[in-house]
């Protein structure tokens, strides 16, 4: 009896490893790959012993009587005046990382610190952080958030009262450093400057933000100052080395965590062939919601993220469907995306933390680190597309020494058919590199222009890598800047911050108002590129899976006007995509292929709409969308290959819609806005073929 009790009493505490037996035991065919990570007891280090007498009262009241080394080693090179880059696991304790040395400075001096943050959630929870540590300890340190939704009464007190400022890059861009004067208070002592999420700065939007990081430290010197800047990163291959492009100086590179860790499960899984004649698979939508309730019947936190926003609210119904069918219970399932109210995704988060959710669905909204509890399964509804965020979110499960479980079910679509049938390539793979190209002339030139409405050039001045002056020389020539001796003075009316974004070439977010019972409620919001997606005339619109149907669709004044319905039927858009080469700028031969740089001209038309019936899947109906085109003017980077080695090599499997005689002129183009200009909304009657691919190398 003693052996039988103590085997159930190990079965209750691993609730995560019955779950993983029983899902090899009931799906092994469908399980094609397996990855165990022991746990790990965590190393530590002792408080320092200069730490405030305060600041230790407010950790030690939090249970915090000791640091994981990574801590004490970010402590070590903040106060010594290194930039540093944190790059440590998911709830390994970044956050104490900057907090500790940042709160020391503000306890014994007139130390003010920027804390930016890509999303306003995260912003709202570092605040919470820091004002739970303030009671805790009795400290007195000032934090506020400065975004968007910070009233105008209450900008100047933040501007003058704050020791913690947090913000966003964006605001910092349009809304800090074009009115740095009012805020010349808090330059002349800003000591710290911490960039959460740091590996989301790549690409383009990364471009950006050094560049306006170069704006930043531009300023500070005007005020004679000299902020350390802190990072912390998810695992990306070379967090260094971004840190070190986004502010053109050297960085201390932090990588080894101290965090306990307890043991972590992953599957790969693919959906079972239903058609063997056709090579049909189950969908991994129905796949994942079965994982998903086995999981919460074994009382287990689970979290499931899907690729699209229509999948979350899909997926959402299925469970809701299953677990909150009694209205009279609190809800167990929620969905989390963007487009939803501020107000309604803070709920959310609090449910999560307070342990009242039990399964929330989302996209990658929840992939930063927005503090959500203690999680013991993650679900990946396909592959999202890279290693980096594929361990990003399966990250989100499992805290400190409790176990977890990450299940990546794969689509039918070809590069998550090669993940799982070759578990050996994602296993074993590291993950990417961040890219970016704060030079780029035309992203330079807009930084450029902002930092001389801001503040003169001085001749000898540097900005980057390029020639300032010739950039100058130009901007002088259009009229915007006039050189006076050796300075060159802003002399337009324009207000250039307001004329760069630093995440897309669209603006304008579209509102969704509800007029059921003849009120007017807004119910979410949707940026301006998903709106042709989701908000078309008779388009069913899911908020919390609840299905609205779009009556009207005022485009010029950004509202989608929607009415409650009961439809049994979802809608998805129908679009398609034409792409003309116009020029080819550079090319390169490569083995088998070949890659080139040139102009190229995008048109994206949104023809129509299937109506999809819940749970068979079958369509129901069509129906046709009638909106303006969107097309782009850009620079882009395509890979060919080689005619006669594609004709050989390219199986009917994987492109069955393209002739074998034809499929040689199949290639992928990509997209590089790192000098793009929106071309006015149209309806555009383009050739359905693109030009002819530049000559081979």
Not at 546 to 568: H, I, N, S
């Amino acid at each position: 009896m003693n052996a039988v009790a103590q085997s159930v009493k190990q079965e209750m505490a691993d609730p995560v490893g019955r779950l993983v037996e029983h899902l090899q035991r009931k799906y092994k065919g469908r399980i094609t790959g397996q990855l165990v990570v022991p746990g790990r007891q965590g190393s530590y280090a002792a408080l320092p012993d200069d730490l405030n007498p305060k600041l230790r009262e407010a950790l030690e009241s939090r249970g915090v009587r000791r640091l994981y080394s990574h801590q004490r080693a970010a402590w070590d090179a903040i106060r010594a005046g290194r930039h540093t880059v944190v790059v440590t696991p998911t709830a390994s304790g970044k956050t104490l990382c900057y907090n500790l040395p940042v709160l020391q400075a503000a306890l014994t001096g007139e130390s003010k610190a920027l804390y930016l943050f890509p999303t306003k959630a995260l912003s709202q929870d570092q605040v919470a952080e820091i004002l739970e540590l303030n009671q805790a300890g009795g400290l007195g340190v000032r934090a506020y958030t400065f975004d968007g939704d910070t009233p105008g009464d209450a900008r100047k007190a933040v501007r003058t009262r704050g020791d913690i400022v947090v913000s966003n890059p964006d605001m910092l861009h349009q809304g800090i450093l074009p009115h740095h004067t009012k805020w010349a208070q808090f330059f002349e002592n800003l000591h710290y400057v911490v960039v959460d999420e740091t590996h989301t700065y790549r690409g383009v939007f990364g471009s950006h933000v050094a560049n306006v990081f170069r704006r930043l430290r531009r300023i500070c010197r005007f005020y004679g100052s000299d902020p350390v800047f802190v990072f912390a990163s998810a695992t990306i291959a070379n967090p260094q080395e971004l840190a070190q492009r986004l502010i053109d100086d050297e960085v201390s590179a932090i990588t080894e965590s101290g965090a306990p860790q307890g043991e972590r499960h992953l599957l790969l899984w693919n959906p079972p062939v239903i058609n063997p004649d056709l090579g049909i698979r189950a969908s991994n939508r129905s796949q994942t919601t079965r994982i998903a309730r086995h999981a919460l019947r074994m009382g287990l936190k689970s979290i499931v993220f899907a690729r699209s926003r229509l999948m979350v609210e899909v997926l959402t119904k299925y469970l809701k469907d299953v677990f909150d069918k009694d209205p009279r219970k609190p809800a167990r399932i929620a969905a989390y995306r963007g487009g939803y109210l501020p107000n309604e995704r803070r709920d959310t988060e609090r449910k999560l933390r307070g342990g009242t959710l039990d399964c929330v669905i989302s996209t990658s909204a929840l992939e930063l680190g927005v503090d959500i509890g203690a999680l013991d399964v993650c679900v990946l509804n396909g592959y999202p597309g890279t290693v980096a965020a594929t361990w990003q979110r399966l990250g989100r499960a499992g805290r400190r020494l409790r176990p977890a479980l990450g299940v990546l079910v794969a689509s039918s679509e070809p590069l998550d058919q090669y993940i799982v049938r070759n578990p050996e390539f994602f296993l074993g793979a590291s993950p990417e590199e961040a890219r970016i190209d704060p030079d780029q002339l035309l992203i330079l030139l807009d930084h450029v222009r902002c930092a001389a409405f801001e503040l003169p050039f001085q001749q000898g001045e540097r900005f980057g890598r390029e020639n300032l002056e010739a950039l100058l020389t130009y901007l002088e020539e259009q009229g915007i800047v006039h050189r006076e001796g050796e300075r060159w003075h802003w002399s337009a009316d324009s207000y250039p911050a307001n004329s760069v974004s630093l995440r897309s070439v669209a603006e304008g977010n579209f509102v969704v108002v509800d007029i059921t019972d003849g009120g007017q409620r807004v119910v979410a919001e949707v940026d301006y590129s998903s709106a042709p997606m989701t908000l078309y005339e008779g388009a069913i619109y899911m908020v919390q899976a609840a299905p609205y149907q779009v009556e009207k669709l005022a485009w010029e004044g950004r509202k989608a006007f929607v009415r409650r319905t009961r439809a049994d039927y979802y809608t998805d858009a129908i679009d398609y995509t034409r792409l003309k080469i116009l020029d080819r700028f550079d090319g390169a031969r490569q083995g088998q292929g070949a890659s080139a740089h040139g102009e190229v001209h995008l048109v994206r038309r949104i023809a129509g709409y299937k109506k999809i019936r819940y749970y068979s899947h079958e369509n129901i109906g069509y129906g046709n969308i009638n909106l303006p085109d969107q097309e782009l003017h850009t620079t882009a980077v395509w890979w060919q290959a080689d005619p006669a080695y594609a004709a050989s090599a390219v199986s009917m499997r994987w492109l069955p819609s393209c002739p074998v005689p034809s499929r040689a002129k199949c290639r992928t183009l990509t997209s590089m806005p790192m000098s793009t200009r929106k071309m006015p909304e149209r309806w555009t009657r383009s050739s359905s073929t693109a030009s002819p691919p530049p000559s081979w190398p």
